[in-house]
């Protein structure tokens, strides 16, 4: 089992910056790959980033790519999600997750990740 706790959503202006991080804890967490989704009202959950067990592998939706960067610390049990360049449109609440897997698999729905976090509230203003 692995328990995933998302924090630092809040309120931000277009073109403004907010770093999301997600703490892991129970099984190693360096044997897991980690997304970040999301999820804004009225629509379905979608993928936002994945980074592999390592680190050296990432994959963006084409919507973030070049604003949102995925990085992750093994030691502390956490992985990132840093925003820049923030749109309306991103507002969601986000959501981590996890998947058991040390392959670089560019894993990309929601059915492929096993354990996920509660979601934090990202609301961008203009």
Same mark, same amino acid.
């Given at each position: 089992?692995?328990?995933?706790?998302?924090?630092?959503?809040?309120?931000v202006?277009a #073109? #403004?910056?907010? !770093?999301?991080s997600? =703490? =892991?804890?129970? !099984?190693?967490?360096?044997s897991?790959?980690? #997304? @970040?989704?999301?999820?804004?009202?009225?629509?379905?959950?979608?993928?936002?980033?994945?980074?592999? @067990? $390592?680190? #050296?592998?990432?994959?963006?939706?084409?919507?973030?790519?070049?604003?949102?960067?995925?990085?992750?610390?093994? =030691?502390?049990?956490?992985?990132?999600?840093?925003? $820049?360049?923030?749109?309306?449109?991103?507002?969601?609440?986000?959501?981590?997750? =996890?998947?058991?897997?040390? $392959?670089?698999?560019?894993?990309?729905?929601?059915?492929?990740?096993d354990? @996920?976090?509660?979601?934090t509230?990202?609301?961008?203003?203009?």
């Amino acid at each position: 089992q692995v328990q995933l706790v998302e924090s630092g959503g809040g309120l931000v202006q277009a #073109g #403004g910056s907010l !770093r999301l991080s997600c =703490a =892991a804890s129970g !099984r190693t967490f360096s044997s897991y790959a980690m #997304g @970040w989704f999301r999820q804004a009202p009225g629509k379905e959950r979608e993928f936002v980033a994945s980074i592999n @067990w $390592s680190g #050296g592998n990432t994959y963006y939706a084409d919507s973030v790519k070049g604003r949102f960067t995925i990085s992750r610390d093994n =030691a502390k049990n956490t992985v990132y999600l840093q925003m $820049s360049s923030l749109k309306l449109e991103d507002t969601a609440v986000y959501y981590c997750a =996890a998947r058991d897997d040390y $392959s670089d698999y560019d894993a990309r729905e929601i059915y492929e990740y096993d354990y @996920w976090g509660q979601g934090t509230q990202v609301t961008v203003s203009s």
